[in-house]
């Protein structure tokens, strides 16, 4: 059964440059399909971007000109990394399996962005 | 973009009554859509992918219908664990959620 566990900087200050990763546990990143997704506190939730194992990209274009997602294979890991954060980055962020439907999802980490 | 709008915003139901939730979609996106339940300080959960097929593990009592633009999301005997937080999501032209329905106990 599949997990994913995330972690990365929880408290950022404005401009610098939001960083988290996501294991996989028990299945491989191959042939799969792995997302990021974001939730304001007491919002809703906004899709950042996706990537597989061979390197396939895709971003929200709202988010496109800030955002990179990369896989290391060799880790089983993801990562997300948004530069010149601001207060309206603060969210909780979300890692997930899946091509359309999400499906496990990561624990979620609270990202702070304050001066 | 394509733009989900969920109703109501809030919905109170006793346990044991049944509960609707609609989506709609400002575009059609087909069949291309999910619900996922979403508890207090927990990762969403996927319930209902295609519109209507129900992900692995989910009771029956979850049902989900509609197609193009508009869709809903039936709970047909509301247990306490059902009270939460629901929102769907199309992928038919990348992702996008509604802003959620809360179903609260009355």
């Known amino acids: 059964q599949v997990q994913l566990q995330q972690w990365g900087a929880g408290l950022l200050k404005p401009s610098e440059t939001l960083s988290l990763t996501c294991a996989v546990y028990?299945?491989?990143?191959?042939?799969?399909?792995w997302n990021w997704i974001r939730q304001p506190p007491g919002k809703g939730l906004e899709w950042i971007g996706e990537?597989?194992?061979?390197?396939?990209?895709d971003y929200n274009p709202s988010l496109k000109s800030r955002v990179t997602i990369s896989v290391d294979m060799s880790r089983n890991q993801f990562s997300l990394n948004l530069s010149s954060v601001t207060a309206a980055d603060t969210a909780v962020y979300y890692c997930?399996?899946?091509?359309?439907?999400?499906?496990?999802w990561g624990q979620g980490t609270l990202v702070t962005v304050s001066s | 973009e394509i733009v989900m709008t969920q109703s109501p915003a809030t919905l109170s139901v006793s346990p044991g009554e049944r509960a609707t939730l609609s989506c709609r979609a400002s575009?059609?996106?087909?069949?291309?859509l999910a619900w996922y339940q979403q508890k207090p300080g927990q990762a969403p959960r996927l319930l209902i992918y295609g519109a209507s097929t129900r992900a692995t593990g989910i009771p029956a009592r979850f049902s989900g219908s509609g197609s193009g633009t508009e869709f809903t999301l039936t709970i047909s005997s509301l247990q306490s664990e059902d009270f939460a937080v629901y929102y769907c999501q199309q992928y038919n032209n990348w992702y996008t959620f509604g802003q959620g329905t809360k179903l609260e106990i009355k």
């Open positions: 997930a399996k899946g091509f359309a439907t999400l499906d496990p």
């Open positions: 028990g299945e491989s990143l191959g042939g799969y399909y």
């Open positions: 575009q059609s996106v087909s069949s291309n």
């Open positions: 990537i597989n194992h061979s390197g396939s990209i």
